[in-house]
Antibody, heavy 118, light 109 residues
Framework: QVQLVQSGSELKKPGASAKVSCKASGNTFKSYAINWVRQAPGQGLEWMGWIHTDAGNPAYAQGFTGRFVFSWDTSVSTASLQISDLKAEDTAVYFC???????????WGQGTLVTVSS | QSALTQPRSVSGSPGQSVTLSCTGTTSDVGVYKYVSWYQQHSGKAPKLIVYDVAKRPSGVPDRFSGSKSGNTASLTISGLQAEDEADYYCSSFAGTHTLFGGGTKLTVL
């Protein structure tokens, strides 16, 4: 079992940066992938990509390259999503989730709302 | 990387059964066993209810069952209960990435 606790909501202006953290606890001695999923207001889920806690090499889905950066800090068992040059369309709830099998997200964080507004 | 196709909404009465569909292609649903279903209540994080097409995580009632035929996966919920009212999303591995469906809103009448 893995528990994921995300950072709180953020309100940012266009052009600014946002950082969402996702702290893992529980079965953290086992390596796994931390996935990031976006959900825009009233919309569905969108897989953004993942970073493995062992290899640390992130992989990004189409549409999430360039301004989106995943990282993993082993010392504090925390994954982070950094979004730069924020745009209004980045307004969404961002979830982190770990896999229990290939492309199977068994444990989820509670979600972090990032609002981009002038 | 197109999303998987799900009906926008389905409805059923308590006690009835409903089946939600999820249509992909020969590059995702049709070729991989890694098809999952998630239940999401309003304002909450998604919850895994079916994985590897037809497996259920511990604690998920056997009223929820999954299957697949060709490029289409299905989730059947039998003995509908009021608490089943939620959004349901399918997902599939697609080789280098994961795809989600657009989601189906289940209304329990």
């Amino acid at each position: 079992q893995v528990q994921l606790v995300q950072s709180g909501s953020e309100l940012k202006k266009p052009g600014a940066s946002a950082k969402v953290s996702c702290k893992a606890s529980g079965n953290t001695f086992k390596s796994y992938a931390i996935n990031w999923v976006r959900q825009a207001p009233g919309q569905g889920l969108e897989w953004m990509g993942w970073i493995h806690t062992d290899a640390g090499n992130p992989a990004y889905a189409q549409g999430f390259t360039g301004r989106f950066v995943f990282s993993w800090d082993t010392s504090v068992s925390t994954a982070s999503l950094q979004i730069s040059d924020l745009k209004a369309e980045d307004t969404a709830v961002y979830f982190c989730a770990t896999d229990i099998s290939t492309a199977t997200f068994g444990f989820w964080g509670q979600g972090t709302l990032v609002t981009v507004s002038s | 990387q197109s999303a998987l196709t799900q009906p926008r909404s389905v409805s059923g009465s308590p006690g009835q059964s409903v089946t939600l569909s999820c249509t992909g292609t020969t590059s995702d649903v049709g070729v991989y066993k890694y098809v999952s279903w998630y239940q999401q209540h309003s304002g909450k994080a998604p919850k895994l209810i079916v994985y590897d097409v037809a497996k259920r995580p511990s604690g998920v009632p056997d009223r929820f069952s999954g299957s697949k035929s060709g490029n289409t996966a299905s989730l059947t919920i039998s003995g509908l209960q009021a608490e089943d009212e939620a959004d349901y999303y399918c997902s599939s591995f697609a080789g280098t990435h994961t795809l989600f469906g657009g989601g189906t809103k289940l209304t329990v009448l």
